[in-house]
């Protein structure tokens, strides 16, 4: 099982900036891929950025370069550089991890409990 953690929310002023950061933790063979979801009340849950194994990184629309998502090898730890930040950003922030697939096991994915970004005009 893993468990992950993610820090780094609060409340910031239209084009501010905020880092939240997600651990994992547990019993994992190895990381397929990790990345950050947002879900705003009343919407769906939509992938922001995702960084793969080998460090190739893939991002959302609505990101428009103003994120950038990075990897912690050795403290298993991804983090979310968010520059100016919009008000439509208000969201809690989710990590999730996807195992790596095997012959023998389908991939599984990992979802933390979120972190709230509140951005005000």
């Known amino acids: 099982q893993v468990q992950l953690v993610e820090s780094g929310g609060g409340l910031v002023q239209a084009g501010g900036s905020l880092r939240p950061s997600c651990a994992a933790s547990?019993?994992?063979?190895?990381?397929?891929?990790m990345g950050w979801y947002r879900q705003a009340p009343g919407n769906q849950r939509e992938l922001g950025a995702r960084?793969?194994?080998?460090?190739?990184?893939s991002y959302a629309d609505f990101v428009e370069g103003r994120f950038t998502i990075s990897r912690d090898n050795a403290r298993n730890t991804i983090y979310l550089q968010m520059n100016n930040l919009k008000p439509e950003d208000t969201a809690v922030y989710y990590c999730?991890?996807?195992?790596?697939?095997?012959?023998?096991?389908?991939?599984?994915?990992?979802w933390g409990q979120g972190t709230q970004v509140t951005v005000s005009s």
């Open positions: 999730k991890l996807t195992t790596t697939p095997t012959p023998l096991k389908l991939d599984h994915d990992y």
């Open positions: 960084i793969a194994r080998g460090d190739d990184t």
């Open positions: 547990g019993s994992f063979l190895s990381v397929h891929a």
